[in-house]
């Protein structure tokens, strides 16, 4: 089992809707939490990152962190179409100081006009 | 991209043949990482560095070696390929001060094809 997963879809939604994206991870010891997005042929960009549990909020982006479920989340509101790409969830233990991630697998995401 | 360039951006190689791909940044950022992301898998941490000449092992170390002998350069040796390391490489900066050391921004990636 991994550490991190991830559904990959994709995922399919007309333009405006609301789009849940979710990780679930095994390691209690985890405390950071990062979602990145991932454009065709190009390098991860971070898009929010929280530490522990609870909400962040960034513009559309809400990200939500369950540690008593091992469950993360990441809401996109009025989606468009440029936000189409492949999401992906990231976790530490920051354990050693090293900074060390373990991604998920990545969800591809489709936002049709 | 953070001030983060790799070179080269696409290769193409034989089976047994040593490659290195190198990871420049501009930030002056403690921490690099090299990662490789394959379908169904996500990314993968190779190797890392924490210093100028301070390095460990990731989590797909076998088959790769790494050198930083400056700040702003980290290199990523496959010291003989196989088509089991064809794949997409990524290289990851990152520092603390400010933010966590978590948070880590990546190159646009080199496409390496083994064949």
Redo the contacts between chains.
Sequence with gaps: QKE?E?D?GPLSVPEGAIVSLNCTYSNSAFQ?F?W?RQYS??????LM?T?SSGNKEDGRFTAQVDKSSKYISLFIRDSQPSDSATY?C?M?A?SG?????I????TTLQVKP | DAGITQSPRHKVTETGTPVTLRCHQTENHRYMYWYRQDPGHGLRLIHYSYGVKDTDKGEVSDGYSVSRSKTEDFLLTLESATSSQTSVYFCAISDSWGRPQETQYFGPGTRLLVL
């Design positions: 991190v991830q990959p950071y990062m990145y042929r190009k390098g991860p960009e971070l990152y530490y992906l990231a530490s920051s100081n090293t900074g060390k991630l991604f998920g697998q990545g």
